[in-house]
């Protein structure tokens, strides 16, 4: 009986591990297919061919081949082992049923393959035939190769471009985002080289870096990478240069178009100009007068700001001297000033003023919309020039007259406006009216603003309740030091009439007196409202009504005095 078992080894295509397998579970089955072997021809099931190449997203058709002509159905199983190639991911997973037909030699199995948009060149996975216990009952039997190889083909060439072929960026931006796109993904990530090249734009100064390293992602189409724009305070024009996309090392990896990309930089710094004073005051002895103009910023070029005069009171050529000017704002400059003729006619006159404007001229071509150089206020300013002759300042008017209980505004007006603040003192003095008690005694401190032409010094009269007399006081003028062109002028002395607001009513003390024809006499009293710091006269007449004078009484007109 051993000997059988060995026999039966050595004839079959059983495998080792097969034959201890039905050497101890299937006796029976052995004895039968050992009996079909001697009677009949075994049925051998084998690949035909066993290696299998498909590009991915196609279906993998496997051929499987009977050696035997079948009166009745065989199925078999074929069951998927992965090597590169795994799934669900790459192919559709196992096992397969094959079934070969009666009459039929050859059958087949599909396996369908995934397309997963990653590029990732040739993957691999094995098909095993597996043949169940009760086909081998039947004379069925694994043959060689049992295994077949099937190649998953995904070898294309992925294409790394540009996103885009030109890119705009204001300077303000800080830095610039650029997309690399490939046409398809790998399983590993791999590097893109990008370098940059000069053209109006300056490396180092207007952007940062020349070669830029960038990681396409493992799986992913798109990669981006960042340039760095400095934004350096400075008008320019609109500058470029240009990136390239190196070649690829990486297999399967290359380049196309856009390829190459111009980044366009526009400026964020707009200029104004403007007179750096809305107002130059200069004294006609002075000869000249500096002004200037000035730029909120810097450019990157030369460029012309054309300034001309327009006549006020002044008139050119004899108070001053000024032709049409080109101010030049050369590269890098904020600030130009220029000198302004100023003519002594010593003639005594009001101040006089000029006007000068300014018009901004020959700027490089800038593209509409770009940031560029404009005029800002102050873009007129005014010389104004201050006679040298002396100021006077004076009282006006001289004479003042105001009722008790009010004040009085004592004014100092000047000959001509001054070119800083003037100060006069004005002090107030007694002549009839007590200090405090008629008038408020103070010293004023007047401050003239320059350019005006007056002040005023306000004292308060008093009301005392009392019947006087006009009282007066006087204020003088006087200019303090530190002001050696303002002089007292005429008249510096000020006089002030305090007149009385309060009114005496004088009346009888009754209105009816009666007396007998007998008294002979009688006695009639005046009083008056209130009191005065004065005497005065009050005149009384009669007048006949029923009685006559002298024939009934007798009265002679008389004065009487309070």
Known sequence: MLGFWCSLYQESTFTHFEFILYKYTYIHTILHVFYSKVLFVAAIVFFDPDFYTVKEGLPAELFLRINATLDKNVTVTVEDKPNSAITPEDYERGPKTAVFTVGNEMTSVVFETVSDNIIEGVESFNANIIVSPQMMAMGVFPGVPDTAVVLIDDSENVTVTFERSSYTITEDSVSLEVGIRATGALKDSYPLVVTATMGTAVEGKDWDGLVFMVTMPANEREATFSINITDDFILELRENFTIELNEPTTANVQRGDPYEAIITIIDDDPITVSWEDVLYIVDEADGTVEVALTASGIA????????????????????????????????????????????????????????????????????????????????????????????????????YTETEGSSVNLTVVLDKPPAKDVTVII??????????????????????????????????????????????????????????????????????????????????????????????????????????SFSYDVTVTAMDVTATDPEDYHFDEIMVTF
């Open 427 to 532: 002090t107030t003095m007694e002549i009839t009216a007590t200090p405090n008690s008629d008038y408020e005694s103070k010293t004023c401190v007047v401050i003239i603003p320059a350019e005006m032409l007056s002040g005023v010094c306000i004292v308060d009269l008093f009301d005392d309740s009392t019947i006087e007399d006009p009282e007066h006081f006087k204020a003088t003028l006087t200019i303090p030091g530190g002001q050696p062109d303002v002089i007292p002028g005429d008249p510096d002395v000020a006089f002030v009439t305090i007149v009385d607001n309060e009114t005496i009513l004088v009346r009888w003390e009754q209105d009816m007196y009666m007396l007998s024809e007998a008294d002979e006499s009688i006695n009639v009293t005046l009083i008056s409202s209130k009191p005065a």
């Open 300 to 399: 990157d070029f030369d460029y012309n700001v054309t300034v001309e005069s327009m006549d006020v009171e002044a008139v050119n050529f004899e108070d001053y001297n000024f032709n049409t000017a080109s101010v030049v704002f050369k590269k890098g400059s904020a600030r130009q000033a220029l000198n302004i003729i100023i003519l002594e006619d010593n003639i005594d006159e009001l101040n006089e003023t000029f006007t000068l404007t300014e018009t901004i001229t020959n700027v490089p071509d800038i593209v509409a919309g770009d940031p560029t150089i404009t005029t800002a206020f102050p873009d007129v300013t005014t010389v104004l020039i201050i006679d040298n002759e002396d100021i006077t300042a004076r009282f006006n008017p001289e004479n």
